[in-house]
């Protein structure tokens, strides 16, 4: 027994990982689909996610793909960004406060919720470790999060964020400050680079 080619080459095409619903849409049955898991040619990493076993697991990619209101926040959006150099044992990600998450991924993750006006400030693209684009906050957002957030964070984690944002030769504290008086935190965000730095 071997993959359907169909799924094979839109697995390729689509970072190793598809949905039940994206398999189906090509004309392979649910039932296929459990034959293809039972004989160890797929592998379902997720409820209703899956990847060639041959493959390698891409958590924060096969998460994205379970909610199209996911973006990877705070510590997650920290890694991304190479603000950190800790890989977050749990993802943390932010969705619209009128969103729900699917349940199967609700208790493996830190979810933030945000207003909807505010939800898509500062949305961009960032690499996982695995190569796969994911969205994610870009570091201004970042650091007005973990400001925002700052009893929720180790505190060790939030002052090297702050200090690697400070020595980044990309850093752009315009937008930053356009950022933090969008949240009001900008008095917050001035205190914390005046102390920290």
Do not use: W
Not at 5 to 12: C, D, E, P, Q, R
Not at 39 to 68: N, W
Not at 163 to 177: D, E, I, M, Q
């Amino acid at each position: 027994m071997t993959v359907n080619s169909l799924i094979y080459n839109a697995m390729s095409q689509n970072n190793n990982a598809m949905t039940t619903a994206e398999i189906t849409q090509l004309g392979v049955s649910r039932t296929m689909l459990s034959r293809y898991v039972k004989a160890g040619l797929m592998q379902r990493v997720r409820q209703g996610t899956y990847i060639l076993s041959s493959e390698i697991h891409d958590d924060m990619y096969t998460m994205m793909l379970r909610s199209p209101h996911i973006i990877f926040s705070h510590e997650t959006a920290l890694f991304l960004n190479g603000l950190s150099d800790r890989t977050p044992f749990i993802q943390s990600l932010t969705i619209p406060s009128n969103a729900s998450l699917p349940k199967s991924i609700s208790g493996e993750c830190n979810c933030f919720y945000v207003n909807e006006l505010l939800y898509s400030l500062g949305v961009t693209q960032c690499k996982t470790a695995f190569g796969n684009q994911v969205r994610c906050y870009n570091a201004e957002r970042t650091i007005c999060d973990i400001v925002r957030s700052r009893s929720r964070l180790d505190e060790e984690t939030f002052v090297m964020a702050i200090r690697n944002y400070a020595k980044s030769p990309t850093k752009n504290l315009n937008l930053l400050t356009e950022y933090a008086t969008k949240f009001r935190i900008l008095k917050q965000i001035t205190q914390i680079f005046e102390i920290i730095l």
